[in-house]
């Protein structure tokens, strides 16, 4: 049996560092409202792989909504107010999610919280996000927020040097993260996603991030 609700002290809410909180849990409830909105989204706006600006395939697959999107081709990485497959401007924030991410941002120490962009990750068993920084948007003084969803993940927590030791973070179904303070340019990503099946996403794990592009 997979833990896909593990339980014990590891379930605890935990400060991680000064302005970094993960809220085990807290969207949870929301799990299947979240989805629906999500299957809306990627109708209008379908997932897909972006290709880096070294010409490597991601293995993650990538949709946005909200003002803008987050994309990345051979001319680098950019805030996009339109979806360049379509032209079209990205599929709007559904105020359930800017609701949730402004709440989570609240209890992390940050009130105001605006995120004017939702990436959404998609993962199947073999993908992985390498080491890397969040540094596309505006305004370091503002958090990001995730959000996971479906399979378990186990998050790498690097320091600010790509080389520093990285902690390994199990994230479950329906836990929240908040990262800002000093954790917000700290080098992060996720390994390699494990076999399994979610009862509501099947072979799947989904995370969203909110942030404030400009
Ligand atoms: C810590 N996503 O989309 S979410 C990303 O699970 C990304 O899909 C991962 O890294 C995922 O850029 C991790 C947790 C996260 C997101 C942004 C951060 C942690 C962060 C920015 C700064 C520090
Ligand atoms: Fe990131």
New binding site residues.
Partial sequence: MQDFFADGPERKDEKLDEG?LLLRGFAEGMAADLLAEIDRIAAAAPFRHLVTPGGFRMS?AMTNCGDFG?VSDRRGYRYDPQDPESGRPWPPMPPLFLDLATRAAAMAGFPGFHADVC?I?C?TPGTR?TL???KDEGDFTQP?V?I?LGLP?V?L?GGLARTDKARRIP?YHGDV?V?GGK????Y???APLKEGSHPLLGAR?L?L?FRRAR
């Fill in positions: 970094a993650v987050w990436l990750n993962y996000l890397h920084q969040d990001i995730s996971s993940a998050f927590w994230l993260v990262w954790s917000r340019l700290r992060h990503g996720i794990r995370n991030t």
